[in-house]
Nanobody
Framework: QVQLVESGGGLVQAGGSLRLSCAAS????????MGWYRQAPGKQRELVAI???????GYADSVKGRFTISRDNAKNTVYLQMNSLKPEDTAVYYC???????????????WGQGTQVTVSS
């Protein structure tokens, strides 16, 4: 019903930048919160950044001042601008969205397939 597709991952040197995008498509009535999570090998998935439908944002302490989350509601797309990347930012990054598919449905959680970000030292 709803698909989230990430793009923009890749390999970058420490200190570099990447911009991730996540486009939601399918049967979408409205989208509430959208966010980015990441999971490094051997670690649990963690929240990186979140943005509400009212454009309020929140960040993990480890990325504050370096990452910026934004969204384009007309395109059902959320972005993550990552600057001053560090090797410890290496992980698979997942997009998340809370989506309603109709006027009578509840908000449900949807995830993208993940995109690899690798930061070399």
């Amino acid at each position: 019903q709803v698909q989230l597709v990430e793009s923009g991952g890749g390999l970058v040197q420490a200190g570099g930048s990447l911009r991730l995008s996540c486009a939601a498509s399918g049967r979408i009535f409205s989208i509430n919160d959208m966010g980015w999570y990441r999971q490094a090998p051997g670690k649990q998935r963690e929240l990186v950044a979140i943005i509400t439908s009212g454009d309020n944002t929140g960040y993990a302490d480890s990325v504050k001042g370096r990452f910026t989350i934004s969204r384009d509601n007309a395109k059902n797309t959320v972005y993550l601008q990552m600057n001053s990347l560090k090797p410890e930012d290496t992980a698979v990054y997942y997009c998340h969205g809370r989506v309603r598919t109709s006027t009578i449905s509840a908000f449900n959680n949807y995830w993208g397939q993940g995109t690899q970000v690798t930061v070399s030292s």
